[in-house]
């Protein structure tokens, strides 16, 4: 019985440490928080503003990885907009923000087996480096590339006359 108490707290471990690794990062600004509606089953994506009357409910915002694609921000704002009960996400814009290459100082990334402290002392200067810089180096360069963030609007269509118009 131990065994399996262990084996499910290490994939409960495993899952939340996965959970954690989103390649989408996504902000819900709701317009009117007193207005609670129930989730819904389908939501489309639209690139204007529909010609039929509708609400806006909330601001929706997806900042996707390095190298993410533009679907994976529709798909992650479409699921946002599902739970707050919307009918379709209408896309504002799409901004794409370089990122350059970042040097970063990763001291197990050369020889983790044998790091350059571990050598013995040498006083005098070998030919062409006491310690070669290459492959050896503790420096190493992080790619950079495009970001990409959405702008959407989650919209409700307006079906009763109770609801506010469109704004």
């Given at each position: 019985?131990?065994?399996?108490?262990?084996?499910?707290?290490?994939?409960?471990?495993?899952?939340?440490?996965?959970?954690?690794?989103?390649?989408?990062?996504?902000?819900?600004?709701?317009?009117?928080?007193?207005?609670?509606?129930?989730?819904?089953?389908?939501?489309?994506?639209?690139?204007?503003?529909?010609?039929?009357?509708?609400?806006?409910?909330?601001?929706?915002?997806?900042?996707?990885?390095?190298?993410?694609?533009?679907?994976?921000?529709?798909?992650?704002?479409r699921k946002k907009a599902q739970a707050l009960g919307a009918d379709a996400v209408v896309?504002?814009?799409?901004?794409?923000?370089?990122?350059?290459?970042?040097?970063?100082?990763?001291?197990?990334?050369?020889?983790?087996?044998?790091?350059?402290?571990?050598?013995?002392?040498?006083?005098?200067?070998?030919?062409?480096?006491?310690?070669?810089?290459?492959?050896?180096?503790?420096?190493?360069?992080?790619?950079?590339?495009?970001?990409?963030?959405?702008?959407a609007v989650a919209i409700r269509y307006s079906t009763a006359a109770s609801e506010p118009?469109?704004?």
């Open positions: 019985m131990h065994r399996k108490s262990g084996f499910g707290l290490a994939c409960a471990l495993l899952a939340a440490a996965l959970a954690g690794c989103a390649a989408v990062a996504t902000q819900v600004t709701l317009l009117d928080p007193a207005q609670k509606f129930a989730p819904t089953e389908r939501v489309a994506i639209l690139l204007d503003f529909p010609a039929q009357p509708h609400l806006k409910i909330a601001l929706i915002e997806a900042q996707g990885m390095v190298g993410g694609s533009e679907s994976e921000l529709f798909e992650d704002a896309r504002l814009e799409v901004i794409s923000v370089y990122q350059p290459p970042v040097r970063v100082y990763d001291p197990w990334f050369g020889y983790p087996f044998y790091p350059r402290y571990r050598y013995p002392y040498r006083p005098f200067y070998m030919f062409p480096y006491a310690y070669g810089p290459y492959p050896s180096s503790e420096y190493r360069w992080v790619g950079g590339g495009n970001v990409q963030t959405l702008k118009p469109a704004q």
